[in-house]
């Protein structure tokens, strides 16, 4: 499975390990107005932008009639599993998480 991972800056890292991914995060404590988050696409399309606040957002880029949903997690470990998850392209198990409609 292929998988890349966009940084605070919105340059993108290809497959980042759990360790690259905890960098990536990291980043969002300099987020600003401009810069606000980070994501993680997988081939598949769907993707998860992660905010300051453990804010998620779950939506599928290549198909325009699926609903951005979100989820907000009460630590950052919660937020790199499900980011490992997609990267592991955990779709079905991403799905059955209890999402809002954004």
């Known amino acids: 499975m292929s ?6 800056m919105g340059e993108s890292i290809d497959e980042p390990d759990e360790e690259g991914i905890r960098e990536v995060l990291a980043e969002l404590r300099d987020a ?3 810069h606000f988050d980070v ?7 769907w993707s998860l932008s992660v905010y ?16 951005p949903r979100d989820l ?5 470990q919660g937020v790199v599993d499900v980011l490992l998850k997609l990267s592991r392209g955990e779709i079905s198990t991403l ?5 809002r409609e954004s």
């Open 3 to 8: 998988y890349f991972m966009n940084n605070i």
């Open 32 to 34: 600003d107005s401009e």
């Open 39 to 45: 994501s993680l696409v997988h081939e598949s399309g």
């Open 52 to 67: 300051p606040d453990k804010n998620l957002v779950w939506e599928n880029v290549n198909e325009d009639e699926v609903r």
């Open 72 to 76: 907000t997690l009460d630590s950052w």
């Open 95 to 99: 799905n059955s998480l209890d999402w």
